[in-house]
């Protein structure tokens, strides 16, 4: 697909749009500015987004909007279209929706993720992209982007290409966030709203575990924890704690950062990042996990938790001696 005007038929009047779970500024950011790109450029159409509940930092995109967060049966679109989403399991809300699409061939996957297994009847997948708000855009004419679209799609990009600064970001990326630019998106309002404003508690709760965690400066690695009591001390969810290993990556003595946090079920989650060429995805493979090169996962039982520890650290040692 070159355009996504190649996706729009003329008898074409209902069509839905989807995200994944748990959605992240890219998420909201290319399904909105697809939402708002059909809207404003195709008066037949009607353009229904489905997200589930949006966090503080990027609920601003659906403003206005009426947004579904049910699944959408029953409702039989024309055409519905999923974005940033890298599996069928993945989908939030209108996943009905996009299962009944599918049973009549009617479904566009328009994605990022390497790992996609093109699972929609027309897919128009960038493996190479910063963001599926960059893919988004890229099949879009310029002059037909709004500044509500464009808004949208330059928050996405700067969610998941950390403000320009992960090795996903390109050339192209940074020639679309231009353009995008040009239209009157405020980006210095953004970024500061967006981005680099955390609540309290959690900033809290990134000094604790950088105050409790060690630093092994021999291997060059930072370990970090955070058990359920404190999580539930601090009144903080599993996602509000994202935050917390990006800011331990800014240890200048930690080339590798592990940070250990506990799940509801008992089980603790393993965040891996990296700032040299030690790749932590195939450490997080070691315990059944995987990611990037630079930002990788696993989870393991409560019962090796120290275990685990130790082994990371031993991998990350003969990673760097190899
Ligand atoms: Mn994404």
Redesign the pocket.
Known sequence: MNNISEIITENMRRVAVVGHVHP?G??VGSVMGIVHYLTDNYKDLTVTPYLEALTDDICFMTQGIDVREDDGAGEDYDLVISS?VSDLGRIGAGKAAFMEALDKHRTVCID??VSNPLFADVNHVEPKAS??SEVAAGLMELDKISLAAATCLYTGIIH?SGVFRFDSTSPRTLRIAADLIEKGVPFALIIQDSISNEPIRQLQMFAHVLNSGVLYEDERIFVGRAPKVLQTEMGLNQRQLGSVVMYLNYIKEADVVLFMYENDDGTWKGSLRSKTEVDVAAIAAEFGGGGHKKAAGFTVNADVLEDTECKVRQLVKEAVNA
Do not use: I
Request: hydrophobic fraction near 10%.
């Open positions: 992240d890219d998420c940033d990022h993720h963001s599926a998941d």
